[in-house]
């Protein structure tokens, strides 16, 4: 008996060991093909930009602001019979850019005056060493807001940096507070001048569609924050099928301020026949309430029409980090983007998730409970860590508790996974990389980021 027991035991553990080696395998197979692709997509990218015919537009965007504008670029350049190649910024190596004779570059910032993830990917690779661009001429469309402090800081940094290089500017850069229609006119005709044509398209206004409000929930009652609710969404025309992926974001133009967009995470798939936005009420210092949440929430009936499109957020979305382990951290509204990556998650057979969340006090702010607890309850959620701020005996926030679980951390980090984070900028979204970087140190951050493995939908 004990020796059909130690058999047992025995063949186990060659099991296990043999899972173990499959496994390192595929993952060094897989890291290895990574690495020959993107060493292909650089070469075919230096040999086509080479052509001096041809145009390298590129754009460094958190929220998909300068993509869409970088794209409208290269479609204009086409439309005249121009060749123009679109990359993200990350994907621009100083080879390329040595190599390249006519670029055009489409930079918002983010956070306080930073680069977006993919720009400050470009600042370590390529930024710190001096090139030699001599070579180069190019423009700048810097995208920003006037109302942050450092207006349009990674759009200068790079025009001035390339300059510095000896790389000639084709036009004095030029600066889109909350894509200015003058300013974005300005670029379009400067994009005429350098091609010497005078049929580039009219630049039109992004379209709003018509939705309506189908349903409003409050989801904390009583809690010492402000409200935050829970609103469903579906387009006025019946017969539309709009299409988004987790991690995207709706854009809500409010009635008086149609010029400045307000961005909200989706909370749905569009398979569960609704979009869903949570928003909270945004108090000013004035103690008003903010403009487009405080009409969302409280002033806008059922039924009635809310301009609204879909924008895709490439930067938060799954990308090829299906197989791999999640780990999602989010405080406040910001479980609404994640909540939609655990739906598609839920979709997915075989996969790992652990949420951290922070919110006040679990009497009140436990958002999603039933929902939380079912894919708790269901193996969707291996591990829910959820933290409350207020909540006695101190006060713990989210990245606190990931600092607590420094250990399972790294190993899951050693296991493969990627990172998720949506919510707060400030304190939550800082705090966290903060601890990120000192839990797993400087580089191994900096090469999550660079492969897609650290995403986040902060504001
Ligand atoms: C990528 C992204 C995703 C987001 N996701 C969500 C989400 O899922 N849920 C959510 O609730 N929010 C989300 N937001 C925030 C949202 O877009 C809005 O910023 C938020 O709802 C506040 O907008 P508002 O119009 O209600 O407030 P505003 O009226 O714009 O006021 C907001 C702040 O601006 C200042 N301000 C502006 N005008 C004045 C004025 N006249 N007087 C005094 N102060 C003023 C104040 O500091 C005030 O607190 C997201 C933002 C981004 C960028
Ligand atoms: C969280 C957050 C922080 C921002 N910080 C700045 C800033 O420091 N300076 C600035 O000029 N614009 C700032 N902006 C405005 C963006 O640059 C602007 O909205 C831009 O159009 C976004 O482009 P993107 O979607 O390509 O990232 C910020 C926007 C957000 C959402």
Do not use: K
């Not at 017969?239 to 133009?253: C, E, F, M, V, Y």
């Amino acid at each position: 008996m004990m020796s059909g027991i130690s058999n047992l035991r025995l063949i186990g553990a060659a099991l296990a060991t043999a899972l173990y080696l499959l496994l390192l395998v595929t993952t060094v197979w897989r890291v290895r093909r990574e690495a020959r692709r993107r060493e292909h997509e650089a070469a075919e990218l230096a040999m086509s930009v080479g052509d001096s015919a041809s145009w390298l537009v590129v754009y460094a965007s958190q929220t998909g602001t300068a993509e869409e504008l970088a794209r409208r670029t290269a479609n204009a350049l086409h439309t005249v019979g121009l060749s123009a190649q679109l990359i993200s910024i990350e994907q621009l190596d100083a080879a390329t850019l040595r190599h390249t004779t006519r670029a055009l570059f489409v930079a918002s910032t983010t956070g306080e005056g930073d680069p977006p993830d993919g720009g400050a990917l470009f600042m370590r690779r390529v930024m710190d060493a001096p090139h030699a661009l001599g070579g180069l001429q190019y423009g700048v469309l810097a995208l920003g807001d006037r109302d942050y402090r450092n207006f349009c800081a990674f759009g200068r940094t790079l025009d001035e940096w390339l300059h510095t290089q000896g790389a000639t500017r084709l036009f004095t850069r030029v600066e889109a507070s909350n894509t200015d229609p003058a300013a974005l006119s300005q670029w379009r005709t400067h994009l005429m001048d350098i091609t010497g044509t005078d049929e580039l398209p009219e630049w039109l206004p992004p379209r709003f569609d018509e939705w309506q409000l189908v349903q409003r929930e409050l989801l904390n009652p009583g809690s010492a924050g402000a409200p935050m609710y829970d609103l469903r969404l579906a387009p006025a025309d019946h017969s539309a099928r709009p299409d988004w992926q987790a991690g995207d974001l709706a854009q809500i133009t409010p009635p008086g301020d149609e010029s400045r967009p307000r961005d909200f995470s989706i909370a749905s798939l569009p398979s569960e026949g609704h979009l869903r936005l949570l928003v909270r009420v945004a108090q000013r210092d004035d103690g008003s309430q903010g403009l487009c949440s405080g009409w969302l929430c409280t002033q806008l009936a059922l039924g009635d029409a809310v301009p609204l499109r879909v924008r895709s957020n490439r930067s938060f979305r799954q990308g090829d980090n299906a197989p791999r382990p999640w780990i999602l951290i989010g405080n406040g509204t910001g479980i609404a983007g994640l909540r939609a990556h655990l739906q598609a998650r839920a979709q997915q057979s075989d996969t790992r998730n652990w949420l951290l969340f922070g919110e006040r006090n679990a009497a009140y702010d436990a958002v999603l409970d039933a929902e939380l607890q079912v894919w708790e309850q269901n193996g969707v959620l291996t591990s829910l860590d959820r933290v409350y701020s207020r909540d006695p005996p101190r006060r713990v926030y989210v990245q606190d508790r990931l600092r607590e679980c420094a250990v399972e951390l790294r190993q899951w980090v050693d296991e493969g996974a990627a990172i998720y984070v949506c919510g707060s900028l400030d304190g939550m979204g800082s705090g966290v990389a903060a601890v990120l970087e000192e839990v797993l140190g400087t580089h191994t951050l900096a090469e999550l980021l660079a492969n897609g493995r650290y995403r986040r939908d902060v504001y």
